[in-house]
């Protein structure tokens, strides 16, 4: 019995023995590596079921036969680490030597949204006038009749009330004034004169509402306007003010013109032009000239209005509680929407609120 379990246990040992290292070699990869190990050295393995059957071994030869199978236990181990290497070195070479990963290939963007052409020239003229030292306001679309006209100067039932075609709001029972959406921004001279003592510079951006609507009026539009009041402000300080914002916002050779014109609000009041910059005839030269005379942005005249200003009228002054005797001050309003169009070269406003990403993302 125990020479038959000799016999079975020194087979077992040469069969390992002559077959183990070839079996873990012919592995390429470390998933069938480990699976051959398994099946040798793992806790059903063959090699481990012979190490099972060493008490049944005479006691004379056990120790013999025991350091056989020791050593032919590590000698498995130690292939199996050898060849697990070699297999983990081969990977790494084919990565190393395989085509390139260009990792400074750009991803896919995402699509990211943009501002608005008319928010963004809104913010490049609050720029301007902030680093002027004016501050922002804002305040409501709608506002009282008293605001948008009486308080301004407009006389009750003024033409001009009409001209400027409002939408009123529906007056509630017991209200005492009527309310529209305000047809222009110089509400906010009002609202401000009347919040806060002189000196004082402010622009009030926002939207304003009027019933037009073609190619260079919508019903709904944008203006920004302008006050600054304090003891001895003259004219001077007006075309100053404003000259720099022409020059900041279309170049420091872009000529400025003041011409007078009408508003309640304002005494003297002007218009501000400036050099037609789509053909840029005050350049002055032959070509320039010739451009001009076929512009049917400027309609040939060489210059835009960009906005309405003026000295503010001490009527207005006393309207909301300041002493005319002791304040002067100018106040300006323009057109956002105008200026985007001409900043970018666009003939049509209403593609301005069109929302077509067409469009827009052209600009
Ligand atoms: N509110 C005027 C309009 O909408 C523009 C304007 C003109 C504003 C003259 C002013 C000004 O402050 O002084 O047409």
């Not at 393995?45 to 049944?56: C, D, F, R």
């Not at 002027?132 to 804002?138: A, P, S």
């Not at 910059?277 to 309609?299: D, H, P, S």
């Amino acid at each position: 019995m125990s020479d038959d379990a000799v016999k079975e246990f020194e087979e077992g040992l040469a069969k390992v023995e002559a077959s183990f290292r070839s079996q873990l070699d012919a592995c390429g990869d470390e998933q069938s590596l480990r699976a051959v190990n398994a099946r040798i050295a793992g806790p059903t393995g063959e090699l481990t079921g012979l190490l099972k059957l060493m008490p049944k071994l005479p006691g004379d030869q056990r120790k013999v036969l025991g350091q056989k199978a020791n050593a032919l236990k590590s000698a498995v181990s130690a292939a199996f680490d050898t060849q697990l290497l070699a297999i983990a070195k081969a990977v790494r070479d084919a990565e190393l030597s395989g085509p390139h990963l260009d990792v400074t290939l750009p991803g896919r963007n995402e699509r990211t949204g943009s501002l608005h052409p008319i928010t963004r020239v809104a913010y490049e003229i609050m720029d301007v006038f902030t680093s002027l030292g004016f501050d922002i306001v804002d305040g409501p679309e709608i506002d009282l009749h008293e605001n948008n006209f009486d308080k301004l100067g407009f006389p009750p039932d003024h033409p001009a009330t009409d001209m400027q075609d409002s939408f009123f709001i529906n007056a509630e029972a017991g209200q005492k004034q009527r309310s529209l959406l305000r047809t222009h921004t110089s509400t906010m001279q009002v609202r401000e004169m009347q919040k806060r003592k002189p000196p004082l510079a402010i622009v009030a951006p926002g939207q304003v509402y009027r019933r037009d609507d073609d190619v260079t009026h919508s019903p709904m539009f944008f203006q920004l306007e302008g006050l600054l009041v304090d003891e001895g402000v003259s004219f001077a300080h007006l075309k100053g003010v404003l000259t720099r914002f022409a020059q900041r916002m279309f170049g420091d050779n872009v000529p400025v013109r003041f011409r007078p014109s009408y508003f309640p609000f304002v005494e003297p009041g002007g218009e501000v032009d400036i050099g037609c910059m789509i053909c840029r005839g005050y350049e002055g030269t032959k070509e320039a000239l010739a451009r001009q005379a076929e512009c049917r942005v400027c309609k040939a005249s060489g210059y835009l209005e960009v906005l309405g200003c003026g000295m503010v009228h001490p009527v207005v002054f006393e309207n909301v509680g300041y002493d005319s005797d002791k304040y002067t001050g100018f106040a300006f309003g323009l057109g956002i929407d105008r200026i985007a169009m001409l900043r970018y070269g666009i003939s049509d406003i209403r593609w301005l609120y069109e929302n077509d990403v067409r469009f827009l993302s052209q600009i």
